[in-house]
């Protein structure tokens, strides 16, 4: 709409200066968003294909563990932390452990065990800081990060991320306490 009124006010009317330096911002804001918008596509098909490699990879790491230990599981989340490290959380109640599934190791835990499990959200006045599970047994700490980089806590990331780990953290401690 804009381009008609450029194109229709260069053919009858001579432009002036202001109208010369906004037909010059105005093919500049067009070009970075052309910009963005083929570039940002692009990364985000490239995303896309990662994180559905990673879910394949700890899907299969899934079903081969389930089948392996001829487990039926009572609650299952797969994560992705926004280091783009996975893990999917997976709790038992036959064998009364919690199972996190990684791309390279399978830690179980046993409900009996735990000395201490906590969320760890740490924020200062706008941002998050970050946000994890911590899992303390007798013979190691595990630590799952749901967040590590530095985000607004108002953006839409930073709540899903805070929302996540308090989901995570209230269904095990749930499960956990039957």
Same mark, same amino acid.
């Given at each position: ?75 299952? %989340?797969? *994560?992705?932390? #926004? ?7 997976? +709790?038992?109640? =036959?064998?009364?452990?919690? @199972? !996190? ?17 906590? %969320?760890? *959200?740490?924020? #200062? ?7 994890? +599970?911590?899992? =303390?047994?007798?013979?190691? @700490? !595990? ?36």
């Amino acid at each position: 709409m804009i381009f008609i009124y450029i194109i229709f006010k260069m053919s009858y009317i001579a432009l002036m200066k202001f109208e010369y330096i906004l037909l010059i911002i105005l093919i500049i804001i067009s070009i970075i968003n052309f910009y963005y918008f083929f570039y940002g596509r692009r990364l985000k098909n490239k995303n896309n294909k990662y994180y559905q490699e990673l879910q394949l990879k700890l899907e299969d790491r899934y079903s081969n563990y389930i089948k392996k230990n001829n487990i039926t599981p009572l609650y299952k %989340k797969l *994560i992705v932390s #926004d280091d783009n490290k996975g893990f999917i959380v997976l +709790i038992s109640n =036959q064998q009364s452990k919690i @199972i !996190f599934i990684e791309e390279k190791s399978i830690n179980q835990i046993d409900f009996n065990k735990i000395k201490k499990f906590d %969320k760890i *959200i740490e924020k #200062d006045k706008k941002n998050l800081i970050k946000a994890e +599970i911590l899992i =303390q047994t007798n013979d190691n @700490i !595990f630590v799952y990060k749901f967040g590590t980089k530095k985000r607004k806590l108002n953006s839409i990331l930073a709540k899903f991320i805070i929302d996540n780990c308090n989901s995570t953290y209230s269904s095990i401690e749930e499960l956990r306490n039957k």
